[in-house]
């Protein structure tokens, strides 16, 4: 290592070494005071605090080893779109003109499932065992006649007409990752922040631990995979990790609006003003 690299380093492990957090700073204890304040007074604040650890209370079912493998690693495919213009095998193009888009039906006690609401089919047919690691270099699952099963094993299917349909992957975007666990970790943090309940705060920590972790798969060596799917059968376009960020982050947003509990955009008000010296 040159020896200014190295001088570096060394000011970068110091830099970071004053400036670790070792106290709350935002949700100061000022703050705090004024929230607990107004639970004890206020029953809408009660009710915030009720709805924080309704929301966040699914996830203390898991074992620490269960929330780190509900994480994706890395390389499994993620999906923002079925088909672009032509999500439904079945419907074609009419499950966007009556649904608009995103149109799909899914939710986390069917994992992986996705139902399309004009035929109310369920795709794929097979129960996906997470997790694939094959990434873009894996080949899908191909239509065996017309009237075979549609079977996806985290790739994606190709079907009859040659069109490639990302089932497993449009869900474990959506769901999986919007949903349950940026969504989750929201929800236990902030359950946690009302309640002062350790298992929400230890929850989220155990989740944001694998989702930061560099080694999180054995293979790990990028950003992780994201695709929109395209009209090529083949291979979709990829996106770059600033795009995926992006995407990431403005879906998040978008989901925030669809949770209850203190972080939906319909209880923000409440919130502010639970926070609020007023």
Not at 163 to 170: D, G, I, K, N, T
Request: charged share 20%; proline share 8%.
């Amino acid at each position: 290592m040159a020896k200014g690299t190295f001088v570096c380093a060394l000011l970068l492990v110091a830099a970071g070494a004053g400036w670790a957090k070792t106290a709350r700073s935002y949700y100061d204890a000022e703050t705090m005071e004024r929230v607990r304040a107004k639970v004890e007074a206020f029953d809408w604040a009660q009710a915030q605090v009720e709805a924080a650890a309704d929301a966040a209370r699914w996830h203390l079912q898991f074992s620490d080893e269960e929330l780190w493998q509900f994480v994706p690693p890395p390389e499994q495919i993620r999906a923002i779109n079925v088909h672009i213009g032509h999500d439904c095998p079945i419907c074609g193009d009419e499950i966007t003109r009556r649904a608009g888009h995103y149109p799909w039906e899914m939710d986390r006690d069917r994992p992986f499932k996705l139902t399309c609401p004009v035929c109310g089919t369920t795709f794929p047919d097979n129960d996906f065992e997470p997790w694939n690691t094959e990434g873009l270099e894996g080949e899908p699952e191909r239509a065996q006649g017309p009237d075979g099963p549609v079977i996806d094993r985290g790739l994606g299917w190709v079907g009859p007409d040659g069109l490639r349909y990302w089932f497993v992957p449009y869900y474990i975007f959506w769901q999986r990752w919007v949903k349950d666990i940026i969504g989750g970790m929201e929800t236990l943090g902030q359950a946690y922040l009302l309640t002062g309940d350790p298992r929400y705060g230890h929850a989220c920590a155990v989740m944001m631990a694998r989702v930061a972790s560099p080694g999180a798969s054995p293979t790990a060596s990028g950003p992780p995979a994201m695709i929109s799917a395209s009209h090529s059968p083949t291979m979709p376009s990829t996106r770059s990790s600033t795009r995926t960020r992006r995407c990431s982050n403005s879906c998040a947003r978008r989901a925030s609006t669809t949770r209850a509990g203190p972080l939906s955009r319909t209880c923000s008000r409440s919130w502010r003003a639970m926070c609020s010296g007023a």
